[in-house]
């Protein structure tokens, strides 16, 4: 399973390149932290990477992906549904029975440090615990590649530590990771970095 970055570059019409010459290539169980100044193009190369844009010049190539899920910047759930229904949520949707579900479901809680907060509704969490949901949820859908954008921005620093001191779990199950941040510690807890300010 990896994907493959082959020569791109882009830029929106009228406007200079964004990267250009970025290749490398992508592999299961690493967690990428796609950094740049604001504008430097993640977010646009997070689109490429997921097949919605495609890039002015160069390949993507997708070899065994299979689902391909997001986690953007503001988490969105739903209000009066608890932290621990947004999780099972994909696994009753893969089949399982509700109890295996919520069994299951209570794993992915605990690997985010949401425990305590599964029967809270979604609009008592706090942003933290919003955004730790999302990648929990995400990740409960299996995918086999998450495109995460900019985790950390909507929130201060010791709560978006709660963030990234789960980021370096979130590739345990064979997913390739891609993280779009400018926030240092976020970077620090990925394994890998692609900086986009070396493809100019
Ligand atoms: N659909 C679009 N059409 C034209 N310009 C765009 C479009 N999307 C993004 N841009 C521009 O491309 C640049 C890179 O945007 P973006 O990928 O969102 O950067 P980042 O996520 O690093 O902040 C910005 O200058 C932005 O305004
Ligand atoms: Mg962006």
Sequence with gaps: MQVAMVDLEHHFANHPSLFTGLTMTLVSGHVYALTGPSGSGKSTLLGILAGWTTPSSGTVVHTGI?????????????????????????LLAQGEKRSDAEKHASTYLARFNLTYAANRAFKELSGGEAQRLMLARAIAAAPSLLLVDEPTAQLDPRTAATVNQT???????????????????????????????EYT
């Design 66 to 90: 299979e689902a391909i899920g997001w986690v953007f910047q503001n988490p969105h759930g739903v209000a009066a549904r608890t932290a621990l229904d947004h999780v099972a949520l994909p």
């Design 167 to 197: 980021l370096g779990a979130i590739a345990d199950d064979g997913t390739i990771v891609v993280v779009a941040t400018h926030d240092q510690r976020t970077r620090e807890a990925c394994t890998d970095v692609i900086d986009l300010g």
